[in-house]
């Protein structure tokens, strides 16, 4: 998971403070001491460490805050607000030219993830309403241009392509006229990407920059790479000039130290980040949201937006008057299993809950596995033996048993899980209608 590592020291560290009732500023230079050196681990940029720690303590050691009630959670309160300035402050969009077509520029290194972010990216803009078009400007690399049409064919974005014999320059300019003979309002050019930053690369990518006057050039950039997804950054913008950076692999990337660098480095900001291999991992970047994150704050935001993609509304109240009527069966929890996993890894989804410290949570993807268990037992059973659970005798458990490749404990453990799980909505729905009477777990 993204900034795991890092995370957890950090939370270590505002632990003992908010265990204080008073602080000093030795205490103070103490927590600041562990969290220069987390963010050293966390591979952070060196003059990056130096300017947020000073901002920190120039702020930290105040009288308005060493004599407050509450120090502790004033210092974690100017951590937070410094995390998410040296993040970019707010969230920044793409920016849309006001006489179609918008072309977007992707650059970056072979192997950042820049076909691939091309394809996501033109998904992200579909859903806005517009109509995008992919360019395969990447005639070097070998099978670039049937990527970029594997990738376009699964987001259903047309792709753009004179092969691999033609100028790249060529390519761009003659996409630009195609774009706008046939009504595409946006652009996203893939270009080529070497193993190192070399002059033929930059002059290439000069010169379509010079010919299509790009609204955007955005830098593809591998967060795992650390420190040298930095320098990377630097060298684009320096020789090319960047809009904005895409941070790629950043769900592999426990230290984090290239999201804190990046834009601190470049002053460009990050616009979006990769969180999986999916088409739809690729997501708006938030300064704030992951600041509150890292901090073990959670973000709640986030994780209600997901909600409201991934469920059904009209679903959702068809099964509140289920479970209202006593009526819910395993046909309604295998839908609401499958709608929870529309909305991502479950290690993910509980990294945005407020509190929840994931360093205790190491047997989440044991558990990502069991719920994939537990579809297989209900997919194994007919139509009537999921609206019916009641006729699932002893020869039906074990055929369910042998359909879902599971043992006939696991079988007969889910059943009387769900039992149990209806015996207490019902006491539930008992206690909202204002029942008297004790309440008791089933498990109790």
Do not use: W
């Not at 950039?221 to 950076?245: C, H, P, R, Y």
Request: proline share 3%; charged share 30%.
């Amino acid at each position: 998971m993204a900034f795991e590592s890092l995370s957890d020291k950090l939370q270590e560290v505002f632990k003992k403070l908010k265990g204080k009732g008073r602080l000093t500023e030795k205490d103070v230079n103490e927590a600041l001491r562990e969290v220069k050196l987390a963010l050293l681990e966390a591979d952070v940029n060196f003059k990056v460490v130096k300017s947020f720690i000073n901002k920190i303590k120039e702020r930290a050691v105040g009288h308005d805050v060493l004599e407050s009630l509450t120090p502790g959670q004033q210092v974690i309160k100017i951590v937070n607000e410094e995390l998410t300035e040296l993040m970019g402050s707010t969230q920044s969009k793409l920016t849309f030219s006001t006489t179609p077509p918008t072309i977007y520029m992707m650059v970056g290194l072979q192997g950042s993830g820049k076909t691939t972010t091309s394809g996501k990216l033109a998904a992200q803009i579909k859903k806005m309403g517009k109509k995008p078009l992919l360019v395969a400007c990447d005639v070097y690399r070998p099978a670039a241009i049937k990527q970029l049409q594997v990738v376009g064919s699964r987001v259903d974005v047309p792709v753009f392509s004179m092969g691999d014999a033609n100028n790249p320059v060529d390519i761009a300019k003659a996409a630009v006229v195609h774009a706008k003979n046939n009504k595409h309002d946006v652009v996203i050019i893939d270009t080529a990407g070497r193993l190192h930053i070399d002059e033929e690369l930059m002059n290439e990518l000069y010169e379509i920059k010079e010919i299509v006057k790009p609204q955007e050039i955005l830098l593809v950039v591998d967060a795992m790479t650390g420190q040298d997804a930095v320098n990377v950054a630097a060298s684009f913008n320096e020789k090319l000039g960047i809009d904005g950076v895409v941070l790629t692999k950043l769900d592999g990337d426990t230290r984090g130290g290239a999201a804190l660098s990046v834009r601190a480095v470049t002053q460009k900001p990050i616009k979006y980040v990769g969180l999986g291999e999916k088409l739809e991992d690729l997501q708006p970047f938030y300064p704030d949201r992951m600041a509150s994150r890292i901090l073990g704050m959670g973000d709640v935001l986030s994780l209600i937006e997901k909600a409201q993609e991934s469920f059904d509304e009209k679903k959702a109240q068809e099964l509140e008057k289920k479970i209202r009527k006593m009526e819910f069966d395993f046909e309604d929890f295998l839908e609401q299993m499958q709608q929870i996993k529309k909305m991502g890894p479950i290690n993910q989804l509980l990294g945005m809950i407020p509190g929840m410290n994931m360093q205790k949570l190491g047997d989440v993807e044991v558990n990502e596995k069991e719920l994939a268990h537990v579809e297989a037992i209900i997919q194994s059973m007919t139509i009537e033996e999921r609206r019916n659970p009641d006729i699932i005798n002893a020869s039906r458990k074990r055929r369910i048993a042998a359909g879902s490749g599971r043992d006939l404990q696991e079988v007969n453990r889910l059943i009387k899980q769900f039992e149990q799980m209806k015996k207490m909505m019902k006491q539930l729905t008992g206690m909202a209608k204002g029942k008297k009477g004790k309440f008791k777990l089933p498990f109790m």
